[in-house]
T-cell receptor
């Protein structure tokens, strides 16, 4: 079936640097994409979303970029902090209500 | 305000037993979702409720799994004749009900089948 995947299972960055987490999706019918952050023992926490009619959206310290031509999604975190350490999932949705998640990228922030 | 809550937080059971997992959505949210997350994986969709009815149960793995939401608020996921492969974290999410309304997740119930 259609799936969402991530290129890098683990990303290690220095505190204060910018982080970029990538995601590839395969369902060309998907028109809505979301990034979630999941800390150990907790449920996924919404970070930011983007619709397919956009190619960029910014939040507080986070930016999501969407490239529909190559079916690629990225999450940029500015000035990464220790509290950003977590597993990050991208998810997609087509015309249905269910989210399809990738397998996640673990972000480790070095002090 | 209160988020999505799930009980119990942990459940250990023996193979073949019946279990019930409970989800209390955010007040006013008409849509409720169940997902299952295995270790090291992203959540996988199980079932979606709009109000009291199951609008999409295509993710339920087999007929041992069943979920209800009788009054359009609290939902219970029921698993009969549990198997070791059912061990996972079961996540519940709720949303206002629109197609692109954000799904807010609860902390999950960790189910371990011995």
């Amino acid at each position: 079936g259609e799936s969402v995947g991530l290129h890098l299972p683990t990303l290690s960055v220095q505190e204060g640097d910018n982080s970029i987490i990538n995601c590839a999706y395969s369902n060309s019918a998907s028109d809505y994409f979301i990034w979630y952050k999941q800390e150990s023992g907790k449920g996924p926490q919404f970070i930011i979303d983007i619709r397919s009619n956009m190619d960029k959206r910014q939040g507080q310290r986070v930016t999501v970029l969407l490239n529909k031509t190559v079916k690629h999604l990225s999450l940029q975190i500015a000035a990464t902090q220790p509290g950003d350490s977590a597993v990050y999932f991208c998810a997609e949705r087509d015309s249905s209500y269910k989210l399809i998640f990738g397998s996640g990228t673990r972000l480790l922030v070095r002090p | 305000g209160a988020g999505v809550s799930q009980t119990p937080s942990n459940k250990v059971t023996e193979k073949g037993k019946y279990v019930e997992l409970r989800c209390d959505p955010i007040s006013g949210h008409t849509a409720l979702y169940w997902y299952r997350q295995s270790l090291g994986q992203g959540p996988e969709f199980l079932i979606y409720f709009q109000g009291t009815g199951a609008a999409d149960d295509s993710g339920l793995p087999n007929d041992r799994f069943f979920a209800v939401r009788p009054e359009g608020s609290v939902s219970t996921l029921k698993i009969q004749r549990t198997e070791r492969g059912d061990s996972a974290v079961y996540l519940c999410a709720s949303s206002l009900g629109g197609l692109i309304d954000t799904q807010y997740f609860g902390p999950g119930t960790r189910l371990t089948v011995l």
